[in-house]
C-alpha cells in the first residue's frame, strides 16, 4: 500500500478562457459610455445614458451617480459595479461587432 499521495497539494489546472466575449478593459467615458475591448481584439464602446435615465433602469438607477458609474470594473471578464450590478458580455459582444456600439436603453 501507497504511504504517499499521488497528487500534489495546492496544484490546480490552469483555467484558460478561450470565449470571444470576455473582456480585457473597461474604461468609463464622460456621459455614462464605456469604453471596452474584448479578448480577441475587438474594440467598442457602450452608451448606457438612455437607460440610466429612463424610469425602467432599474438596478441601473444606482449608477446615476456619476462616482460609482465610474467605479466599472472587470470581473472574470464581465463589467461590473459594486453591488453585484453587471452587464451581459455576450449581447454586449454581439452587438459591438454588428455597429461598433452598445447603446442601451
Not at 62 to 85: H, Q, S
Request: one cysteine or more.
Amino acid at each position: 500500500m501507497r504511504t504517499e499521495p499521488i497528487a500534489e497539494k495546492n496544484i490546480a489546472p490552469a483555467i484558460v478562457c478561450t470565449t470571444s466575449w470576455r473582456l480585457t478593459k473597461v474604461k468609463p467615458l464622460q456621459d455614462y459610455n464605456l469604453e471596452v475591448e474584448f479578448i480577441d481584439g475587438a474594440h467598442g464602446f457602450v452608451e448606457m445614458k438612455q437607460l440610466i435615465m429612463s424610469s425602467k433602469a432599474g438596478v441601473f438607477a444606482k449608477l446615476m451617480d456619476v462616482n460609482t458609474f465610474n467605479r466599472a470594473y472587470l470581473e472574470y471578464g464581465v463589467v461590473t459595479w459594486p453591488g453585484e450590478i453587471d452587464l451581459a458580455p455576450d449581447a454586449m459582444y454581439n452587438e459591438i461587432k454588428r455597429n461598433g456600439t452598445w447603446v442601451l436603453k
